[in-house]
C-alpha cells in the first residue's frame, strides 16, 4: 500500500505546543463513519454504556533524554526500550561518527557504553549501573522526552514534568507519553465509575519509534521498532467476559489497543502477554479486540494515521481529519482528542 494514501496538508499552527488549561477540556471530535460531532473530552461518557470496559495504558515517561559527550563531542542519547540490567537501545544523534566500544559519559556519573549500532541512529548502549540506581541517574542526567515536533519549537520545562504524564501512570518505562490518556482527570475517571463503565489497566512503554518518519513509499517496506507489553490474566478474563455480553472494548490510545490485538488469537480471545510487539496496523486489518479507540489527531504519512485509517476508514478519516484542521483542532501530543468508532461494526 502506497504510503502517499496516508498524507494530507497540516498546517503548522494547528500543532499544539502546550495543552489546555484542563485536560478534560479539550476538544473532541467524535467519529462515527460519515457522522461527524463536535464536542469537549468530557462528554465521553454520553457515548458509553454500562458495561463497556475501557483500558487504560499504566506505563509512566520516563526522563530518557539524555546529553552527553563522547572524546570531547558532543553526543544526544534518546532511549527507546529497556533490555535489563543497565541496558537499552536508543537513538544517538550524531551516529555517523560513533563505533561500537565508545564510551559516552553524562553528568551524575552516568556512563554508557556502545555495544552494537544498528540502521537510522539506533545503538545498544550498557549503562554502567542499573535498576534504582539508574532510574535516580536518569532523573539527575535525564530530561523529558517531548515529541520533536514540540521539541523543536521549545525547550522541555518544569510544566512539562506534570503535561507529560497520565493523572494514572503507574510503571517507569515509556518514552513518549500515551498521550490520548493525557486527557483524563480523576473527575472525569469519577464519573465513567459512577456510569458503570469498567475500567482496567495495560502496560505498554512506548518508544521514541513512534515518532520516526516512514521514509519509504509502501508500506510493505517499513519496519516497525518493538515496544515492551503486559496484560495479566484477570484483565484478559474481563476484555472476554464483556465480548461475551455484547458490551464494548474501548481502547484509551493507540498503544493500547496495540498490545490488546498483539494478545488477541484469531478467534477475538485475548490471552495474558508479555513481551515485545512490533504490530504494524494498516488498511485491511481485521480487529480483534477493540470496538471503539479515544485517540488525538496524528502526522500525515504516520503508522498512527493508517492504524486509525484501518480502524474508521480511510476516507472516513481522511474527512474528518479535513474537517478538524478546518475546525482548528489541535494536533499531535498536547492536542485534541476524538472517539473513533469501528467501520465493520457500523
Known sequence: MKVDLFDFELPKERIALRPVATRDGARF??????????????DLVDYLEEGDVMVFNDTRVIPARLSGK??????????????????????????????VDDIIHFSAGLEAVVLEKGEAGEVCIQFNMA?????HALDQAGVMPLPPYIASQRGVDDQDLQDYQTVYSKKDGAVAAPTAGLHFTDRMLAALDQKGIKRTQVTLHVGAG??????VEDTDDHKMHSEWGEIDQETADLINQAHVHGKRVVAVGTTSLRLLESAADDQGQLHAFSDATDIFITPGYKFKAVDILMTNFHLPKSTLFMLVSAFAGTEVMKAAYTHAIEEKYRFYSYGDGSLLFREDLL
Open 131 to 135: 535498576g534504582d540506581k539508574l532510574r
Open 210 to 215: 513512534t515518532f520516526l518518519p516512514v521514509k
Open 70 to 99: 563522547r572524546r570531547d563531542a558532543k553526543m544526544e542519547l534518546t532511549l527507546h526500550m529497556n533490555e535489563g540490567e543497565g541496558r537499552w537501545k536508543a537513538f544517538a544523534r550524531p551516529a555517523k561518527k560513533l563505533k
Open 29 to 42: 471530535l467524535v467519529v462515527k463513519g460519515k457522522k461527524l460531532e463536535d464536542r469537549i473530552i468530557s
